[in-house]
Nanobody, 127 residues
Framework: QLQASGGGLVQAGGSLRLSCAHS????????IAWFRQVPGKEREGIAC????????FYSDHVKGRFTISSDNAKNTVYLQMNNLKPEDTAVYYC??????????????????????WGLGTQVTVSS
């Protein structure tokens, strides 16, 4: 089970932190990722963390501005988003999967690899 929160309205240059509370995983190796989607476009993978070993992966669109982190004690993954731009406006989703292709980093951007999804949270960045 995944539950995303923390979206909202922010001005360009501002920051937001999204949270993804996750539960129910009984395996050691899995990954949690953040995707975003705007109407008419495919869901885009932007960041992923391998929960077991902490490796992180980022898309070029957000590298240097967004940081993904995992608090394993709280079963929560965060996405700190800084220097937000209007083009970051989207519905943000967290997703999880325990397949090797995902937590190894090879296929983390492929939305069809993920079996578990939370409901989205809207992020709107005004110019």
């Amino acid at each position: 089970q995944l539950q995303a929160s923390g979206g909202g309205l922010v001005q360009a240059g501002g920051s937001l932190r999204l949270s993804c509370a996750h539960s129910g995983f009984t395996v050691d190796d899995y990954a949690i990722a953040w995707f975003r989607q705007v109407p008419g476009k495919e869901r885009e993978g932007i960041a992923c963390v391998s929960v077991s070993d902490g490796r992180r992966f980022y898309s070029d669109h957000v590298k240097g501005r967004f940081t993904i982190s995992s608090d394993n004690a709280k079963n929560t993954v965060y996405l700190q988003m800084n220097n937000l731009k209007p083009e970051d406006t989207a519905v943000y989703y967290c997703a999880a999967d325990s397949s090797y292709v995902v937590y190894s980093g090879h296929g983390w951007t492929e939305h069809f690899q993920y079996d578990y999804w939370g409901l989205g949270t809207q992020v709107t960045v005004s110019s």
